[in-house]
């Protein structure tokens, strides 16, 4: 058979960006492929402050290209462009955040995982770690980041009519529950879900912050696409738990973020096994190493195993997560862990 520009393609992305897990074709650093009998032409387009990255892309594809049956010679240009300096003006979507440094999606492709509670303990994680965070809660239909974190003051306005985050133990939040009707339903339709996140991002007065963590609505809708086009995410972390119907949602959503070319941090599976705190036997309640599975299947990371813990459910409850009341428990220890790994792929 004939060689196709979809079999080239197909066999660039066994060409891995050096130090990640994504290809340069779902990067999007591929921008022509030419056949002609046996000779193929390609180019690529990179962004990249690392010469050697560049010299390491253009090798592995040349090899990766000459090894595909029935190619006889192979071309391939490489452009590759230093990140835009600090001296460019910003884009509109810097200019909605300036004074953050990191932006960081938690995100699941249905509800009832555990999505709400691992965003707020990662905040809290990386705040332990010595980082400045903030923690916006973007689940327009199911707000509760200012329950779990236990912010019982309504945010204020300052004299530039901006809206002041709340403090929840050193973190700054923001929440839709702080201004709706704990009993009111949010029926919103598209254009309405994009207005209240766009006040979110534009009149909140984040101030300076390493570390923005945002919590995401379950799924792959209008929140979703609305953060991901407006805001330059730095990452994104999955939630998952080990049954198949997540599992099946989890591998959604993390195509929904290749698709928008934000980067993968990883997967975290949330009620992995019950420990029993009295003989330590481990019971896997919800079957065990979905996660990790779906992670290696998707060639992302896997950040971990978070237990089934009374503790985590009471903290949230009471507006203490278990990263501040019980920070030396092993599920804080899993999320502590999952802070540095973030800010790790993030310093990348």
């Known amino acids: 058979m004939a060689l196709s520009e979809s079999d080239v393609r197909e066999a660039l992305k066994k ?4 130090g990640l897990s994504r290809d340069i074709v779902s990067f999007g650093f591929v921008k022509r492929v030419l056949v002609e009998g046996d000779a193929v032409q390609v180019e690529i387009a990179m962004t990249t402050g690392s010469a ?4 390491k892309v253009e090798a592995d594809a040349r090899a990766v290209l000459e090894a595909l049956p029935g190619v006889g010679r192979v071309g391939v240009a490489m452009e590759v462009k230093p990140p835009q300096t600090a001296s460019a003006p910003p884009s509109p979507a810097q200019r909605l955040l300036p004074g953050v440094k990191y932006k960081i999606a938690v995100a699941s492709g249905k509800g009832g995982v555990g999505k709400s509670t691992v965003a707020a303990n990662l905040a809290l994680g990386l ?10 809660d973007a689940d327009i239909y199911g707000p509760s980041q200012q329950l779990m974190m236990g912010c019982t003051e309504p945010p204020r306005v300052n004299e530039h009519e901006k809206i002041l985050p709340v403090d929840g133990h050193g973190v700054a939040v923001m929440s839709l529950g702080f201004l709706l009707d704990p009993d009111t339903p949010v029926i919103w339709r598209g254009p309405m879900i994009m207005k209240a996140l766009q006040q979110f991002l534009e009149d909140v007065e984040w101030g300076e912050l390493e570390y923005l963590v945002v919590d995401l609505p379950p799924g792959t809708g209008d929140a979703q696409l609305t953060i991901t086009q407006q805001v330059p995410l730095d990452g994104a972390v999955i939630v998952t738990t080990p049954q198949d119907v997540a599992l099946i949602d989890a591998r959604k959503g993390l195509n929904m973020f290749r698709k928008v070319n934000v980067p993968l941090i990883g997967v975290i599976e949330n009620m992995s096994a019950y420990v029993c705190p009295h003989c330590g036997h481990r019971e896997a309640i919800f079957k065990e190493g979905g996660g990790r599975r779906t992670a290696e299947q998707l060639g992302v990371p896997f950040l971990g195993e978070i237990p089934i813990d009374p503790a985590i459910v009471t903290g949230g409850d009471d507006g203490a997560p278990i990263v501040a009341s019980h920070p ?5 220890k899993v999320f502590l862990a999952l802070a540095a790994e973030v800010v790790r792929q993030v310093s990348r």
């Open 52 to 55: 050697e990255a560049g010299a």
């Open 328 to 332: 030396d428990s092993a599920a804080a």
């Open 15 to 18: 060409v891995k960006f050096p």
């Open 127 to 136: 705040r332990r770690l010595g980082h400045t965070v903030g923690l916006l």
